[in-house]
């Protein structure tokens, strides 16, 4: 597909499951129009790439620029045109007007029965779903569709307050009285309330040291909610604490491994979001997250040097391809910095690394020190 530069005003973004089921009509009008002019009708969806974004400190994530993909019918196209047209309106009459959900595996095998223009295989729906929602200027969630993946854990002094999916009766979760394990981030958020008096959320990547956090009750000692990410985080994931964060007005700290992807995948998604996500990242960036650690000035404070790993060629691969492109890491001389000298290093160092000291350092020692420092990377 052809990419061009949009001239045209995008319209304010569907708010409710009734705006996204009038916009996809508005979508199929103007096909109808099209055919009925003898014209080749044609649907234009922004490009989602890290090139066609910028970042935005003032709004603390990745704004999508003006630059779109025109399909249209051709005899080269018309099966993923067809797919189109289909996805749309299957996604209108079958989830928005009934009110409906449907996970990715499913839109896959409901096209089963849509003859010529079924997909052969899953990818091809997934992707053209995520141009569907970019075109929308929506979360692919309110028009019905669910993730497969889980959202992530959470415990600490917080009530959460979920609904009864089929009595709509309100049910309390206390995060804080769950033994030991915790409760699981579900795939829709938007419905949840919350309580707390917590003083900030910690956001932690591996489920080992979330697990070790939870098994200490450190939550208590620091007043702090915890949650896992376990790897980069789900949107589920990253919708909750954005919400959550906004809601009780709570500052968001985050703790992964001192690595390029630690850093470049896991938190910046986290924080401002991704390029091929740039049209739903004001929904799920949480643009007042600080980086707690781990850092590369953390090897020598906290006398690390034989705890390291050595860079893989990926991973230098990874640091220096931020460092020239990615327009987060280049607005901020702090990660800059950090890349950097963990090039010069030559060496990553994982979170599990202060168990060096002692199981517990990182919760006795470690943790407390930072945030007694109170200083973060941006």
């Known amino acids: 597909m052809p990419a061009r530069r949009s001239s045209r005003p995008a319209k304010p973004a569907p708010k409710t499951r009734e705006e996204a089921s009038a916009r996809i009509r508005e979508v199929g009008d103007a096909i109808a129009q099209d055919i009925k002019k003898k014209k080749k009708p044609s649907l234009v969806f922004p490009v989602r790439s890290l090139a066609n974004v910028r970042y935005d400190p003032k709004a603390g994530h990745f704004e999508m620029l003006g630059r779109t993909a025109t399909r249209t019918l051709s005899t080269n196209t018309v099966k993923t045109f067809a797919q189109s047209v289909r996805l749309l309106a299957t996604t209108k009459t079958d989830l928005l007007d009934k009110n409906d959900i449907a996970g990715k595996r499913e839109v896959y095998y409901n096209s089963k029965s849509w003859g010529e223009c079924r997909f052969d295989e899953q990818p091809e729906s997934d992707s053209l779903l995520d141009d569907i929602?970019?075109?929308?200027?929506?979360?692919?969630?309110?028009?019905?569709?669910?993730?497969?993946?889980?959202?992530?854990?959470?415990?600490?002094?917080?009530?959460?307050?979920?609904?009864?999916?089929?009595?709509?009766?309100?049910?309390?979760?206390?995060?804080?009285?769950?033994?030991?394990?915790?409760?699981?981030?579900?795939?829709?958020?938007?419905?949840?309330?919350?309580?707390?008096?917590?003083?900030?959320?910690?956001?932690?990547?591996?489920?080992?040291?979330?697990?070790?956090?939870?098994?200490?009750?450190?939550?208590?000692?620091?007043?702090?909610?915890?949650?896992?990410?376990?790897?980069?985080?789900?949107?589920?994931?990253?919708?909750?604490?954005?919400?959550?964060?906004?809601?009780?007005?709570?500052?968001?700290?985050?703790?992964?491994?001192?690595?390029?992807?630690?850093?470049?995948?896991?938190?910046?998604?986290?924080?401002?979001?991704?390029?091929?996500?740039?049209?739903?990242?004001?929904?799920?960036?949480?643009?007042?997250?600080?980086?707690?650690?781990?850092?590369?000035?953390?090897?020598?404070?906290?006398?690390?040097?034989?705890?390291?790993?050595?860079?893989?060629?990926?991973?230098?691969?990874?640091?220096?391809?931020?460092?020239?492109?990615?327009?987060?890491?280049?607005?901020?001389?702090?990660?800059?910095?950090?890349?950097?000298?963990?090039?010069?290093?030559?060496?990553?160092?994982?979170?599990?690394?202060?168990a060096k000291h002692g199981l517990n350092y990182v919760l006795e020692e470690y943790l407390p020190r930072k945030l007694k420092k109170g200083v973060f990377l941006p």
């Open 133 to 354: 929602e970019a075109m929308l200027g929506v979360n692919r969630e309110l028009l019905g569709y669910i993730p497969e993946e889980r959202g992530g854990d959470v415990t600490g002094p917080l009530v959460v307050i979920d609904q009864d999916s089929v009595r709509g009766t309100p049910i309390r979760i206390d995060c804080a009285r769950l033994g030991s394990g915790a409760w699981s981030i579900p795939s829709r958020v938007e419905h949840l309330r919350f309580e707390s008096k917590a003083a900030f959320i910690l956001v932690i990547e591996t489920a080992s040291l979330f697990q070790r956090l939870v098994h200490h009750r450190y939550y208590e000692k620091a007043k702090c909610i915890l949650i896992s990410m376990s790897g980069v985080p789900t949107r589920a994931c990253r919708r909750f604490i954005r919400r959550l964060a906004d809601d009780r007005k709570l500052p968001v700290l985050v703790f992964t491994d001192g690595d390029p992807y630690g850093y470049c995948n896991i938190y910046r998604t986290l924080k401002v979001g991704s390029g091929q996500a740039a049209h739903i990242n004001s929904f799920f960036c949480v643009p007042q997250a600080h980086y707690l650690g781990v850092t590369p000035w953390d090897i020598k404070e906290f006398h690390l040097e034989d705890a390291t790993h050595p860079l893989e060629e990926a991973d230098i691969k990874r640091a220096k391809d931020a460092l020239k492109n990615d327009p987060f890491i280049r607005h901020h001389k702090e990660w800059q910095d950090a890349l950097n000298l963990m090039i010069k290093l030559g060496v990553r160092i994982e979170q599990q690394a202060f």
